[in-house]
């Protein structure tokens, strides 16, 4: 989990800082060059357009993930995103492979939202609540020691593209499931596999308990009370609002979009998705898209050349900071270091969590 000591943004020495872009991505480019085959670049496709650029590969967090083993000659994963990705991707990676975070401070405002000893509190008083009935499952979005405690209960992890096989898969093993972190993602899917909100409850993690009316026999489906500061953003307004200006425009959100903002869009969908969604638009098609607004800039101009109009759902939407946090000064610097021989930022998992995250990673990609 994101260490809050590094939360403020990490010092590098104020040469970085103070630098010229052009400078610094000479830098980068030629640290990049010397290291060769050594080194590979990974950014997610929410990083800045200056640091998709010197990406070798671009993708979500699993996608990344995965990819990390097909670098058999790296010895050395510099991972542009946020913690809880350097972590999958350290867990994913061969042995003696290590996988640097440029700045230490980028975590996930979403995946802090459930530490282990709130899991630990909960999930005892759902065990006395419901007995052994209940199977945890976890959003990638959260720490390794989420992804263990899953991992050793039986559980799995999920991402926002496979996450109606997961959860179909869950409910066919158990009478109830506990989604982690992101209570958005867990109700659209629930919700789009057949269960009645009425049958869902959110775990207040503040009182430790579950916010349901009635009777608590009949919940399916608890979601933990977590969210995407991002995502959290889209409001059905923002929807009506762009379709009163563009009569013909269509509408695609990421499920860690509120359920009310799903249900008036024309189709929602991981990041992966939503880009397909965008290219496959014909000319003179009109889309307003609901997720990070670096992805949604840079398929603005990709897709303007084909003749295609694409609106950010919001644009006054903040974006994630902490993502945004990864930039040149701080990618310049780290690989300056690694050059020297100084290893800086490495991501470290002990063993114990390290062998239970990866459990639930392993039963999530065995899924056919
Ligand atoms: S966009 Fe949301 S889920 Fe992704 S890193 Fe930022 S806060 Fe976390």
Redesign the pocket.
Known sequence: MLDLKAFEKQMIPLAYEEAAENELKEIIRRNKQELGEKLVLLAHH?QKDEIVKFADEVGDSLELAKKVSDYKKAETIVFCG?HFMAETADILSRERQRVLLPDTAAG????DMVSTEQLKVAWNKLMLQFGDDVLPVTYI?SSAEVKAFVGFHGGVTVTSGNAEKVVSWVLEQKKRILFLPDQHLGRNTAFHLGVPLEQMAVWNSVNEEIDFEGDKSQVRVILWDGY????QQFTPLQVDRMRKLFPQLQVFVHP?CRKEVVDLADGFGSTAKLIRLAREAGSGARLAIGT?NNLVGRLQKEMAAKGVHIHFLNPMACA?V??NRIDLPHLAWILDELIEGRVQNQITINEETMKWAKVALDRMLEMK
């Not at 995407?228 to 995502?231: D, F, R």
């Open positions: 929410y946020v996930c405002s979403m995946a979005n995407c500061s991002v995502h860690e990070d994630c902490t993502m």
